[in-house]
Protein backbone atom coordinates (compact mmCIF):
# COMPACT_ATOMS: atom_id res chain seq x y z
CA UNK A 1 0.00 0.00 0.00
CA UNK A 2 1.19 3.45 -0.57
CA UNK A 3 2.70 5.23 2.12
CA UNK A 4 0.49 8.30 1.50
CA UNK A 5 -2.42 6.44 1.65
CA UNK A 6 -5.25 7.88 3.43
CA UNK A 7 -8.92 6.14 4.21
CA UNK A 8 -11.87 7.89 2.48
CA UNK A 9 -15.35 5.89 2.70
CA UNK A 10 -15.36 2.35 1.50
CA UNK A 11 -11.98 1.98 2.63
CA UNK A 12 -10.62 3.47 -0.47
CA UNK A 13 -8.07 5.99 -0.76
CA UNK A 14 -9.67 9.11 0.28
CA UNK A 15 -7.75 10.78 -2.84
CA UNK A 16 -9.19 8.06 -5.31
CA UNK A 17 -12.48 9.31 -4.45
CA UNK A 18 -11.93 12.66 -5.60
CA UNK A 19 -9.91 11.61 -9.22
CA UNK A 20 -11.22 9.81 -11.72
CA UNK A 21 -10.42 5.77 -12.52
CA UNK A 22 -10.12 4.95 -8.88
CA UNK A 23 -6.40 5.76 -9.12
CA UNK A 24 -5.48 7.52 -5.58
CA UNK A 25 -5.42 10.97 -5.66
CA UNK A 26 -1.56 11.57 -5.08
CA UNK A 27 -0.70 8.97 -7.64
CA UNK A 28 -2.47 11.29 -10.40
CA UNK A 29 -1.06 14.08 -8.88
CA UNK A 30 2.41 12.78 -9.30
CA UNK A 31 1.45 11.64 -12.86
CA UNK A 32 0.59 15.49 -13.51
CA UNK A 33 3.35 16.73 -12.06
CA UNK A 34 5.50 14.54 -14.38
CA UNK A 35 3.20 15.11 -17.70
CA UNK A 36 3.53 19.17 -16.25
CA UNK A 37 6.83 19.56 -15.51
CA UNK A 38 9.38 16.54 -16.46
CA UNK A 39 7.77 15.48 -19.59
CA UNK A 40 8.14 19.46 -20.91
CA UNK A 41 11.82 19.27 -19.58
CA UNK A 42 12.90 16.59 -22.14
CA UNK A 43 10.42 17.14 -24.38
CA UNK A 44 11.97 20.94 -24.34
CA UNK A 45 15.55 19.79 -23.75
CA UNK A 46 15.07 17.33 -27.39
CA UNK A 47 12.76 20.38 -29.00
CA UNK A 48 14.92 22.86 -28.16
CA UNK A 49 17.48 22.32 -30.68
CA UNK A 50 14.94 21.55 -33.58
CA UNK A 51 13.31 24.68 -32.58
CA UNK A 52 16.66 26.36 -32.96
CA UNK A 53 17.24 25.28 -36.17
CA UNK A 54 14.02 25.90 -37.53
CA UNK A 55 14.63 29.42 -36.57
CA UNK A 56 17.70 29.65 -38.47
CA UNK A 57 16.43 27.51 -41.88
CA UNK A 58 13.56 30.40 -41.66
CA UNK A 59 15.99 33.42 -41.23
CA UNK A 60 17.88 31.74 -44.56
CA UNK A 61 21.05 31.50 -42.48
CA UNK A 62 23.72 28.50 -43.83
CA UNK A 63 22.89 24.95 -41.04
CA UNK A 64 25.96 22.85 -40.89
CA UNK A 65 26.46 19.60 -42.50
CA UNK A 66 25.78 18.18 -38.56
CA UNK A 67 23.33 20.31 -38.04
CA UNK A 68 21.30 19.59 -41.36
CA UNK A 69 21.86 15.45 -40.61
CA UNK A 70 20.75 15.96 -37.23
CA UNK A 71 17.37 17.36 -38.66
CA UNK A 72 17.28 14.43 -41.21
CA UNK A 73 17.37 11.77 -38.32
CA UNK A 74 15.60 13.81 -35.19
CA UNK A 75 12.85 16.10 -37.10
CA UNK A 76 9.49 15.17 -37.72
CA UNK A 77 8.76 14.76 -41.29
CA UNK A 78 5.55 17.38 -41.11
CA UNK A 79 7.43 19.87 -39.07
CA UNK A 80 10.41 19.74 -42.34
CA UNK A 81 7.88 20.19 -44.85
CA UNK A 82 6.09 23.04 -42.75
CA UNK A 83 9.58 24.40 -42.62
CA UNK A 84 10.66 23.75 -46.46
CA UNK A 85 7.03 25.24 -47.39
CA UNK A 86 7.52 28.64 -46.20
CA UNK A 87 11.40 28.85 -47.25
CA UNK A 88 9.76 28.23 -50.47
CA UNK A 89 6.89 30.39 -50.31
CA UNK A 90 9.56 33.11 -49.53
CA UNK A 91 11.96 32.10 -52.50
CA UNK A 92 9.39 31.67 -54.97
CA UNK A 93 6.28 33.74 -54.36
CA UNK A 94 4.09 33.17 -57.14
CA UNK A 95 3.08 29.93 -55.74
CA UNK A 96 2.78 28.09 -58.80
CA UNK A 97 4.74 25.02 -59.92
CA UNK A 98 6.88 25.53 -62.57
CA UNK A 99 7.43 22.36 -65.72
CA UNK A 100 9.04 22.05 -69.08
CA UNK A 101 8.55 20.33 -72.54
CA UNK A 102 11.96 19.51 -73.68
CA UNK A 103 13.84 16.09 -75.27
CA UNK A 104 16.92 13.97 -74.03
CA UNK A 105 18.72 13.28 -77.26
CA UNK A 106 21.99 11.57 -76.70
CA UNK A 107 24.86 12.49 -79.20
CA UNK A 108 26.73 8.94 -78.52
CA UNK A 109 26.04 6.04 -76.75
CA UNK A 110 30.31 5.35 -76.71
CA UNK A 111 31.93 5.55 -73.57
CA UNK A 112 34.94 5.10 -71.65
CA UNK A 113 33.76 6.39 -68.29
CA UNK A 114 32.15 2.95 -67.12
CA UNK A 115 30.06 4.25 -64.41
CA UNK A 116 29.08 1.10 -61.75
CA UNK A 117 24.82 2.64 -62.53
CA UNK A 118 24.90 3.00 -66.02
CA UNK A 119 23.46 0.55 -68.46
CA UNK A 120 22.91 3.22 -71.49
CA UNK A 121 26.79 2.92 -72.65
CA UNK A 122 28.17 0.81 -74.77
CA UNK A 123 32.11 0.28 -75.02
CA UNK A 124 34.15 1.85 -78.29
CA UNK A 125 33.34 -0.86 -80.91
CA UNK A 126 30.59 -2.45 -79.75
CA UNK A 127 28.03 -3.71 -82.44
CA UNK A 128 25.84 -1.25 -80.88
CA UNK A 129 27.51 1.85 -80.44
CA UNK A 130 26.50 4.80 -82.23
CA UNK A 131 27.16 8.34 -82.82
CA UNK A 132 23.91 10.33 -83.94
CA UNK A 133 23.80 11.58 -87.34
CA UNK A 134 22.70 14.93 -88.20
CA UNK A 135 18.99 13.14 -90.26
CA UNK A 136 18.37 12.14 -86.72
CA UNK A 137 18.65 14.95 -85.36
CA UNK A 138 16.54 16.75 -87.71
CA UNK A 139 13.52 14.16 -87.10
CA UNK A 140 13.83 14.41 -83.19
CA UNK A 141 13.91 18.26 -83.27
CA UNK A 142 10.91 18.63 -85.59
CA UNK A 143 9.28 16.08 -83.48
CA UNK A 144 10.19 17.93 -80.36
CA UNK A 145 8.96 21.33 -81.82
CA UNK A 146 5.11 19.66 -82.85
CA UNK A 147 5.16 18.42 -79.40
CA UNK A 148 5.78 21.68 -77.63
CA UNK A 149 9.48 21.28 -77.08
CA UNK A 150 11.97 24.41 -77.12
CA UNK A 151 14.93 22.99 -76.10
CA UNK A 152 17.56 19.50 -76.19
CA UNK A 153 19.18 18.15 -73.64
CA UNK A 154 21.55 16.63 -75.66
CA UNK A 155 24.13 14.65 -73.87
CA UNK A 156 25.64 11.64 -74.39
CA UNK A 157 29.29 9.03 -73.64
CA UNK A 158 32.79 10.21 -73.19
CA UNK A 159 33.91 8.76 -76.42
CA UNK A 160 37.76 8.27 -76.52
CA UNK A 161 37.64 10.11 -80.38
CA UNK A 162 35.23 12.97 -80.11
CA UNK A 163 36.84 15.97 -79.13
CA UNK A 164 35.65 19.93 -79.06
CA UNK A 165 35.59 20.13 -82.48
CA UNK A 166 33.24 17.99 -82.87
CA UNK A 167 30.83 19.61 -80.44
CA UNK A 168 31.29 23.09 -81.47
CA UNK A 169 30.74 21.91 -85.18
CA UNK A 170 27.02 20.13 -83.90
CA UNK A 171 25.95 22.99 -81.86
CA UNK A 172 26.61 25.56 -85.16
CA UNK A 173 24.86 22.91 -87.41
CA UNK A 174 22.14 22.62 -85.24
CA UNK A 175 21.52 26.35 -84.20
CA UNK A 176 22.11 27.03 -87.93
CA UNK A 177 19.04 24.85 -89.15
CA UNK A 178 16.82 25.49 -85.63
CA UNK A 179 18.06 28.57 -84.52
CA UNK A 180 15.34 28.89 -81.38
CA UNK A 181 15.96 25.37 -79.92
CA UNK A 182 18.12 25.44 -77.12
CA UNK A 183 20.79 23.65 -75.83
CA UNK A 184 21.08 22.38 -72.66
CA UNK A 185 23.75 20.93 -73.20
CA UNK A 186 26.73 18.02 -71.79
CA UNK A 187 27.79 18.64 -68.20
CA UNK A 188 31.07 18.85 -66.24
CA UNK A 189 32.24 15.38 -66.51
CA UNK A 190 32.01 16.16 -70.78
CA UNK A 191 33.66 19.29 -70.46
CA UNK A 192 36.68 17.50 -68.10
CA UNK A 193 36.73 14.91 -70.76
CA UNK A 194 36.98 17.43 -73.72
CA UNK A 195 39.01 19.10 -71.92
CA UNK A 196 41.68 16.47 -71.38
CA UNK A 197 40.90 15.16 -74.91
CA UNK A 198 42.11 18.92 -76.48
CA UNK A 199 45.10 19.05 -73.75
CA UNK A 200 46.75 15.73 -75.28
CA UNK A 201 46.22 17.10 -78.93
CA UNK A 202 49.24 18.25 -80.35
CA UNK A 203 49.96 21.86 -80.30
CA UNK A 204 46.41 22.34 -78.76
CA UNK A 205 46.02 25.80 -77.81
CA UNK A 206 42.83 24.97 -76.01
CA UNK A 207 44.10 23.12 -72.81
CA UNK A 208 41.30 24.89 -69.69
CA UNK A 209 38.39 24.62 -68.85
CA UNK A 210 37.13 27.88 -69.45
CA UNK A 211 38.66 28.04 -72.94
CA UNK A 212 36.36 24.81 -73.65
CA UNK A 213 33.57 26.48 -71.74
CA UNK A 214 34.10 29.28 -73.37
CA UNK A 215 34.14 28.00 -77.55
CA UNK A 216 31.08 25.46 -76.13
CA UNK A 217 28.79 28.53 -75.39
CA UNK A 218 29.99 29.98 -78.68
CA UNK A 219 28.84 27.46 -80.73
CA UNK A 220 25.51 27.34 -79.20
CA UNK A 221 25.50 26.16 -75.66
CA UNK A 222 22.60 27.98 -73.67
CA UNK A 223 23.06 26.20 -70.47
CA UNK A 224 25.09 23.20 -68.54
CA UNK A 225 23.23 20.72 -67.44
CA UNK A 226 24.37 19.70 -63.74
CA UNK A 227 24.97 15.90 -64.88
CA UNK A 228 27.46 13.90 -63.49
CA UNK A 229 27.42 14.98 -59.72
CA UNK A 230 26.28 11.32 -58.28
CA UNK A 231 27.62 12.45 -54.70
CA UNK A 232 30.20 15.18 -55.25
CA UNK A 233 32.78 12.62 -52.49
CA UNK A 234 35.69 11.13 -53.96
CA UNK A 235 35.28 8.12 -51.93
CA UNK A 236 32.55 7.77 -53.45
CA UNK A 237 32.76 8.68 -57.24
CA UNK A 238 35.99 5.93 -56.97
CA UNK A 239 33.31 3.63 -56.42
CA UNK A 240 30.57 4.28 -58.59
CA UNK A 241 31.70 6.43 -61.50
CA UNK A 242 35.69 6.03 -61.00
CA UNK A 243 36.05 7.37 -65.31
CA UNK A 244 34.42 10.75 -64.53
CA UNK A 245 35.93 14.01 -63.15
CA UNK A 246 36.70 13.67 -59.21
CA UNK A 247 34.36 16.05 -57.15
CA UNK A 248 36.95 18.89 -57.29
CA UNK A 249 36.91 19.30 -60.85
CA UNK A 250 33.08 19.01 -61.32
CA UNK A 251 32.85 21.83 -59.04
CA UNK A 252 35.33 24.20 -61.05
CA UNK A 253 33.87 24.06 -64.09
CA UNK A 254 30.95 25.31 -62.49
CA UNK A 255 32.42 27.88 -61.82
CA UNK A 256 34.18 28.32 -64.77
CA UNK A 257 30.55 28.33 -66.05
CA UNK A 258 29.28 30.83 -63.67
CA UNK A 259 32.02 33.24 -64.46
CA UNK A 260 31.20 33.09 -68.14
CA UNK A 261 27.32 33.35 -67.39
CA UNK A 262 26.29 30.15 -68.35
CA UNK A 263 23.17 29.05 -66.46
CA UNK A 264 23.54 25.93 -64.61
CA UNK A 265 21.68 23.43 -62.40
CA UNK A 266 23.15 20.64 -59.61
CA UNK A 267 22.16 17.04 -58.94
CA UNK A 268 22.43 14.76 -56.64
CA UNK A 269 21.86 10.99 -57.55
CA UNK A 270 21.89 9.38 -53.54
CA UNK A 271 20.77 6.21 -52.44
CA UNK A 272 23.83 3.99 -53.44
CA UNK A 273 27.24 4.06 -51.56
CA UNK A 274 27.27 7.11 -49.69
CA UNK A 275 26.47 7.64 -46.06
CA UNK A 276 24.05 10.29 -44.92
CA UNK A 277 27.11 12.58 -44.16
CA UNK A 278 28.03 12.73 -47.74
CA UNK A 279 25.26 13.93 -48.95
CA UNK A 280 25.06 17.04 -46.65
CA UNK A 281 28.26 17.51 -47.83
CA UNK A 282 27.56 17.37 -51.06
CA UNK A 283 24.80 19.86 -50.66
CA UNK A 284 27.26 22.09 -48.67
CA UNK A 285 29.62 22.05 -51.22
CA UNK A 286 26.73 22.97 -54.35
CA UNK A 287 25.76 25.96 -51.54
CA UNK A 288 29.33 27.34 -51.45
CA UNK A 289 30.04 27.11 -55.44
CA UNK A 290 26.83 29.11 -55.47
CA UNK A 291 27.78 32.06 -53.05
CA UNK A 292 30.97 32.43 -55.33
CA UNK A 293 29.13 33.02 -58.51
CA UNK A 294 29.86 36.61 -59.63
CA UNK A 295 26.90 38.90 -58.69
CA UNK A 296 25.95 39.20 -62.55
CA UNK A 297 25.57 35.30 -62.95
CA UNK A 298 22.65 33.24 -62.62
CA UNK A 299 24.53 30.16 -61.02
CA UNK A 300 22.81 27.44 -60.44
CA UNK A 301 19.03 28.05 -61.22
CA UNK A 302 17.83 24.40 -60.10
CA UNK A 303 18.98 21.66 -57.14
CA UNK A 304 17.56 18.62 -58.75
CA UNK A 305 18.06 15.61 -56.30
CA UNK A 306 17.45 12.30 -57.24
CA UNK A 307 17.21 8.81 -56.87
CA UNK A 308 19.53 5.58 -57.59
CA UNK A 309 18.10 3.48 -60.19
CA UNK A 310 19.64 -0.10 -59.86
CA UNK A 311 17.80 -2.67 -62.32
CA UNK A 312 20.50 -4.83 -63.79
CA UNK A 313 23.53 -2.24 -62.81
CA UNK A 314 26.93 -3.18 -62.03
CA UNK A 315 26.24 -1.91 -58.41
CA UNK A 316 23.32 -4.32 -57.86
CA UNK A 317 24.79 -7.12 -59.62
CA UNK A 318 27.84 -7.15 -58.43
CA UNK A 319 27.68 -5.00 -54.89
CA UNK A 320 24.46 -5.89 -54.61
CA UNK A 321 23.76 -2.13 -54.34
CA UNK A 322 20.06 -1.57 -54.41
CA UNK A 323 17.38 1.64 -54.61
CA UNK A 324 16.22 1.30 -50.58
CA UNK A 325 15.06 5.11 -50.74
CA UNK A 326 11.75 5.22 -49.42
CA UNK A 327 9.44 8.33 -50.46
CA UNK A 328 9.13 8.95 -46.90
CA UNK A 329 13.55 9.69 -47.38
CA UNK A 330 13.00 11.10 -50.61
CA UNK A 331 10.55 13.79 -49.21
CA UNK A 332 13.05 14.28 -46.18
CA UNK A 333 15.74 15.12 -48.89
CA UNK A 334 13.50 17.24 -50.78
CA UNK A 335 12.75 19.39 -47.83
CA UNK A 336 16.60 19.13 -46.40
CA UNK A 337 17.61 20.56 -49.98
CA UNK A 338 15.53 23.69 -50.00
CA UNK A 339 16.56 24.19 -46.24
CA UNK A 340 20.68 23.63 -47.17
CA UNK A 341 20.55 25.00 -49.83
CA UNK A 342 19.37 28.59 -49.15
CA UNK A 343 20.67 30.47 -52.04
CA UNK A 344 19.12 28.41 -55.00
CA UNK A 345 16.02 29.53 -56.02
CA UNK A 346 14.33 26.31 -57.79
CA UNK A 347 14.37 22.89 -55.83
CA UNK A 348 13.33 19.95 -58.55
CA UNK A 349 10.82 16.97 -57.69
CA UNK A 350 12.33 14.25 -59.44
CA UNK A 351 9.43 12.25 -60.87
CA UNK A 352 11.10 10.23 -62.89
CA UNK A 353 12.76 8.62 -60.38
CA UNK A 354 10.35 8.46 -57.55
CA UNK A 355 7.21 8.28 -59.47
CA UNK A 356 3.76 11.02 -59.64
CA UNK A 357 2.65 10.54 -55.83
CA UNK A 358 6.04 11.02 -53.85
CA UNK A 359 6.68 13.76 -56.58
CA UNK A 360 3.18 15.42 -56.10
CA UNK A 361 4.32 15.32 -51.84
CA UNK A 362 6.98 16.77 -52.70
CA UNK A 363 5.45 19.91 -53.72
CA UNK A 364 4.18 20.24 -50.26
CA UNK A 365 8.31 20.10 -48.83
CA UNK A 366 9.81 22.67 -50.37
CA UNK A 367 9.69 21.84 -53.76
CA UNK A 368 8.64 24.59 -57.10
CA UNK A 369 9.36 22.72 -59.93
CA UNK A 370 8.41 19.13 -62.02
CA UNK A 371 11.09 19.34 -64.20
CA UNK A 372 10.78 18.29 -68.39
CA UNK A 373 7.81 15.56 -69.46
CA UNK A 374 11.16 14.86 -71.02
CA UNK A 375 9.83 13.69 -74.68
CA UNK A 376 12.71 11.06 -74.79
CA UNK A 377 15.13 9.83 -71.79
CA UNK A 378 17.65 6.88 -72.38
CA UNK A 379 20.10 7.17 -69.62
CA UNK A 380 17.79 6.97 -65.93
CA UNK A 381 15.08 4.98 -67.62
CA UNK A 382 17.43 2.30 -69.18
CA UNK A 383 18.10 1.20 -64.82
CA UNK A 384 14.31 0.75 -64.44
CA UNK A 385 13.02 4.16 -63.92
CA UNK A 386 9.41 3.20 -65.24
CA UNK A 387 7.51 6.59 -64.68
CA UNK A 388 6.36 9.21 -68.01
CA UNK A 389 4.49 11.88 -68.59
CA UNK A 390 2.63 13.84 -71.57
CA UNK A 391 2.06 17.85 -71.81
CA UNK A 392 -1.28 17.48 -70.41
CA UNK A 393 -0.87 14.67 -67.58
CA UNK A 394 2.03 16.19 -66.30
CA UNK A 395 -0.27 19.48 -65.42
CA UNK A 396 -3.08 17.18 -64.26
CA UNK A 397 -0.77 15.65 -61.38
CA UNK A 398 0.12 19.40 -60.67
CA UNK A 399 -3.35 20.31 -59.88
CA UNK A 400 -4.31 17.16 -58.53
CA UNK A 401 -1.10 18.26 -55.85
CA UNK A 402 -3.24 21.82 -55.79
CA UNK A 403 -1.01 24.36 -57.40
CA UNK A 404 -1.09 25.97 -60.76
CA UNK A 405 1.24 24.74 -63.47
CA UNK A 406 3.10 26.92 -65.45
CA UNK A 407 5.22 26.35 -68.28
CA UNK A 408 8.48 27.59 -67.92
CA UNK A 409 12.08 27.56 -70.53
CA UNK A 410 15.47 26.43 -68.96
CA UNK A 411 15.79 29.93 -67.34
CA UNK A 412 12.98 29.61 -65.69
CA UNK A 413 10.95 32.23 -67.61
CA UNK A 414 7.31 30.93 -68.26
CA UNK A 415 6.24 30.02 -71.78
CA UNK A 416 3.03 30.06 -73.18
CA UNK A 417 1.59 26.63 -74.16
CA UNK A 418 1.78 26.56 -77.70
CA UNK A 419 -1.14 27.17 -79.55
CA UNK A 420 -0.59 24.06 -81.58
CA UNK A 421 0.58 21.39 -79.88
CA UNK A 422 0.23 17.36 -80.37
CA UNK A 423 0.00 15.13 -77.78
CA UNK A 424 3.24 12.87 -77.32
CA UNK A 425 1.78 8.95 -77.80
CA UNK A 426 3.57 7.49 -74.25
CA UNK A 427 5.56 3.82 -75.08
CA UNK A 428 5.78 2.65 -71.64
S1 LIG B 1 26.69 7.66 -66.86
FE1 LIG B 1 27.53 8.79 -68.61
S2 LIG B 1 29.73 8.82 -68.20
FE2 LIG B 1 28.88 7.18 -66.93
S3 LIG B 1 29.06 5.32 -68.19
FE3 LIG B 1 27.03 6.18 -68.55
S4 LIG B 1 27.32 7.41 -70.37
FE4 LIG B 1 29.33 7.08 -69.54
Redesign the pocket.
Known sequence: MCKRFVAGSNGKCKFAEEENNGVPGHINSLKLWWRRTLVPKYLHAASMNLNDLYSKALAFEFLSVEEGMHLYEHAPLTELMYVANELRKVQVPHGKVTWQIDRNVNTT?V?I???K??N??RVPGHAEAYITDIETYKKKIEETIRWGGDQLLL????HPELGLEFYTTLFKQLKALYPTIKLHTLGP?EVAHITKLEKSLPGSKTGTHHEVLKALKEAGMDSLPGA?AEILIDRVRRLI?K??CGAQEWLDIMHEAHKLNITTSATMMFGHAETLRERFEHLEKIREVQSRKPEHAKGFLAFIPWTFQDVDTLLAKIRGVHNLTTAEEYVRMIALSRIMLPNVKNIQASWLTVGKQTAQLCLHAGANDFGSIMLEEN?VSAAGAPHRFTYKSIQEAIKEAGFEPQLRNQQYEWRALPEVIEEQVVDY
Open positions: NCANCFCFFQGGHPGSGKV
